[in-house]
């Protein structure tokens, strides 16, 4: 006889003694049930319980080994960081990057109201170093001299017109990030903050946060590698690569729909025909990139595409136009000089 004949014969073997017993021992449970339900009818006012059997004690785990060792003795003499210097204000939340001396991250609101009060003068406000980080991490107004940068407002001036006090709060360096100036920060990043301001026509509450990225470049061997200047003398301030905008247009109503942008420009010149939606990104790709996360309680349902939801184009005014508008405090939109492909429908739409 085989093997392989007598493991089948064994497995049949068991298979049918193992029903048997089990066949007997529910025979036995079933009687065994009826005599305690027949015990039960005849002495149902008996008091006497039968002792439920003791608990099996579980074996304790075996004791860890106190270790020879405290790495948290170190925090006896402070902790290393890294810290985030977050300052509250009345036009901005900001955290604070203080090894690139630059923000982090900078949160605004605005709205309709916001934007028709002119309470604020951009002529009563000047660039000021902030007090509230350490002076050894702090961006300096020196660092700014003669860089060939300009100190870029990451929650801009224009915002915050409410109120003098919330103007003056956009002006703290650590609201600033060096950006290229012509071509950039005085054009299209400046129409890009514009665009912002267009979308409260169409939503009621707008917020937005902006920052600086520092995003890889591959070089002529193929690698990738990631590389920015330094301002200062010494070097202390960090000039980025990048910037992105994560835009969250709210409809107004609790639990309402909201619709998100996510963008990313690099610091550089950028002609003013280049069309907005070039730039649009995934947020998921923001959040990559700077170790940030913005819609981690936004449920998915209640998400909506903004450059789908409305039309993400520029206005073109030219920069000397826009500042004696700002100055003027006349929110009116100017005629437009120049414009993208798409703008005749921004225009319409926003």
């Given at each position: 006889?085989?093997?392989?004949?007598?493991?089948?014969?064994a497995a049949v073997s068991a298979a049918s003694g193992a029903a048997l017993t089990a066949s007997m021992y529910s025979t036995q449970t079933e009687k065994k049930v009826k005599a305690v339900a027949?015990?039960?009818?005849?002495?149902?006012?008996?008091t006497t319980s039968v002792p439920a059997p003791a608990p099996q004690a579980r074996p304790l785990p075996p004791s860890s080994p106190i270790p020879p060792v405290d790495p948290a003795g170190l925090f006896q003499y402070g902790f290393p960081g890294p810290v985030a210097d977050l300052a509250t204000r009345q036009a901005l939340i900001s955290s604070y990057d203080r090894r690139l001396r630059n923000p982090s991250w900078v949160a605004e609101h605005i709205t309709p109201g916001s934007l028709a009060s002119s309470n604020g003068d951009r002529k009563n406000s000047v660039f000021v170093e902030d007090p509230s980080v350490p002076e050894k991490f702090r961006g300096k107004l020196k660092d700014y001299f003669r860089s060939g940068y300009d100190r870029g407002h990451q929650v801009p001036a224009a915002d915050a017109k409410w109120s003098q006090e919330a103007m003056n709060d956009t002006f703290f360096?650590?609201?600033?990030?060096?950006?290229?100036?012509?071509?950039?920060?005085?054009?299209?990043w400046a129409h890009f903050e514009d665009f912002c301001r267009r979308l409260t026509a169409r939503y009621p509450s707008v917020r937005?946060?902006?920052?600086?990225?520092?995003?890889?470049?591959?070089?002529?061997?193929?690698?990738?590698?990631?590389?920015?200047?330094?301002?200062?003398?010494?070097?202390?301030?960090?000039?980025?690569?990048?910037f992105y905008k994560v835009i969250f247009a709210e409809d107004g109503t609790v639990g309402g729909q909201v619709a998100i942008g996510a963008f990313?420009?690099?610091?550089?010149?950028?002609?003013?025909?280049?069309?907005?939606?070039?730039?649009?990104?995934?947020?998921?790709?923001?959040?990559?990139?700077?170790?940030?996360?913005?819609?981690?309680k936004l449920p998915v349902q209640r998400r909506k595409r903004l450059c789908a939801d409305t039309v993400c184009a520029l206005i073109i005014k030219e920069?000397?136009?826009?500042?004696?508008?700002?100055?003027?405090?006349?929110r009116k939109v100017a005629a437009p000089t120049r414009t993208s492909p798409r703008n005749a429908v921004a225009a319409s739409n926003l």
């Open positions: 006889m085989s093997k392989t004949t007598i493991a089948i014969i027949s015990a039960t009818q005849v002495s149902a006012t008996s360096l650590t609201n600033m990030c060096p950006q290229v100036g012509e071509g950039f920060n005085r054009d299209y937005i946060v902006t920052g600086p990225l520092y995003l890889p470049k591959r070089g002529d061997d193929g690698k990738w590698r990631v590389s920015y200047e330094m301002i200062g003398n010494p070097p202390n301030i960090a000039v980025p690569t990048h990313v420009l690099p610091n550089a010149v950028i002609p003013n025909e280049k069309p907005l939606t070039d730039f649009e990104v995934p947020v998921e790709a923001v959040e990559r990139a700077s170790g940030l996360e913005f819609a981690t920069y000397a136009d826009r500042q004696k508008t700002f100055a003027a405090g006349d």
